[in-house]
């Protein structure tokens, strides 16, 4: 376990959120390093409470967790202390110099630039502008914002100590390996490589320091925004199998059934050694209650076992209900 990295192996919205706030409860995680930008949201349900996080780290909920944004992340800066406020967790994060800043022109750019707002249909923040700026060499940087200075640390050095000493790291990704700028269905993609090793870059560590790499399928696929979708199902067929979601952005999600092909593909390009299935009960219903692997219906068994057959990886954690805890784990214990 030393230093895990959770990455989403379809379009994002897997339940990164979910599986990342069980690790950091259940395996007492000592550190959790956040990537990517304000985009995605992730989702934690905590005290009861449904959050959508879109910078802090969903290893929040361990209280003993310290919580940093590496240097490859986007900072809004509105949302951020929002959100530190929500979780009440300004004491124990801390934010790389080297974080770039989304100012307010490149969240006008997103949502009024016809190929991004019309084509691409992006999530509105501005990420994909503010990463040009940052190409460009003019962005504002987290050292730069008096507001931010409090939190300045060296990300990279502090994980890179923390994982030397043995203790529990978990990178955080974001969003899913189809979305890539790289490896996904360009020109519909985000702005930046989604996969396990571009997570590691942005949080400073090394190949060589990782132990695990936890990829995360929900047991279908959702898109939101343009661009392909193997197998989408007609919209009255998502509605009928209660497989529909509205997105953060307020957009309805498309769907299509698990992948096994793309799964395969995506457990490959993140080198992935394990994989998290989520939402299992919204597939097989009767699987709710189940808290077990032995409890789970033969149709749900055989599914797991497909899935394993197929991505060639055990399938260790299977989320059967909405709360962090609603999750069979068949790690060795
Ligand atoms: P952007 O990342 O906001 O530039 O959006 C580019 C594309 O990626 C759009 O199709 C978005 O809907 C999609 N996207 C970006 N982040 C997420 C996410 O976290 N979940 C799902 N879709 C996302
Ligand atoms: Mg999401």
Not at 41 to 60: D, E, M, Q, R
Not at 223 to 236: A, D, H, I, T
Request: a positive charge; proline letters at 5%; hydrophobic letters at 35%.
């Amino acid at each position: 376990m030393p230093c895990t990295v959770v990455v989403g192996g379809f379009w994002g919205d897997e339940g990164k959120g979910k599986i990342i706030s069980y690790l950091a409860l259940k395996d007492k995680i000592d550190i959790c390093v956040r990537t990517g930008s304000v985009n995605a949201a992730h989702t934690v349900i905590h005290k009861g409470k449904v959050l959508k996080l879109h910078l802090i780290p969903s290893g929040f909920v361990n209280e003993n967790c310290r919580l940093l944004l590496g240097a490859g992340v986007n900072i809004h800066i509105p949302q951020l202390l929002k959100e530190i406020k929500e979780t009440n967790t300004g004491n124990r994060l801390g934010i790389d110099p080297q974080c770039s800043i989304i100012e307010e022109k490149h969240t006008i750019q997103d949502r009024t630039s016809s190929h991004l707002k019309g084509v691409i249909g992006t999530t509105g923040w501005g990420v994909g502008p503010a990463i040009e700026e940052r190409v460009r060499r003019t962005a504002k940087l987290a050292k730069d914002i008096p507001e931010l200075k409090q939190y300045l640390t060296d990300v990279a050095l502090e994980v890179n100590e923390v994982i030397e000493k043995g203790k529990k790291v978990l990178i955080e990704g974001v969003q899913g390996l189809y979305l890539s700028l790289f490896h996904g269905t360009y020109p519909y993609v985000t702005g930046r490589d989604t996969s396990a090793s571009a997570v590691c870059s942005e949080a400073g560590v090394g190949p060589t320091r990782v132990d695990n790499v936890l990829i995360v399928f929900k047991a279908y696929v959702t898109r939101v925004g343009g661009g392909p979708l193997p197998n989408e199902l007609p919209r009255e067929e998502v509605i009928r199998r209660g497989w529909r979601e509205i997105s953060g952005t307020g957009r309805e999600r498309r769907a299509a059934p698990f992948n096994y092909e793309l799964a395969k593909r995506a457990v490959m390009i993140n080198g992935a050694t394990e994989a998290a299935i989520t939402k299992l009960d919204i597939v097989f219903p009767e699987c709710k209650n189940a808290r077990s692997y032995e409890e789970l219906s033969p149709r749900a068994k055989e599914f797991i076992q497909k899935i394993e057959n197929e991505i060639g990886i055990p399938v260790t954690l299977i989320g059967v209900g909405p709360g962090a805890l609603e999750i069979i784990d068949r790690r060795a214990k």
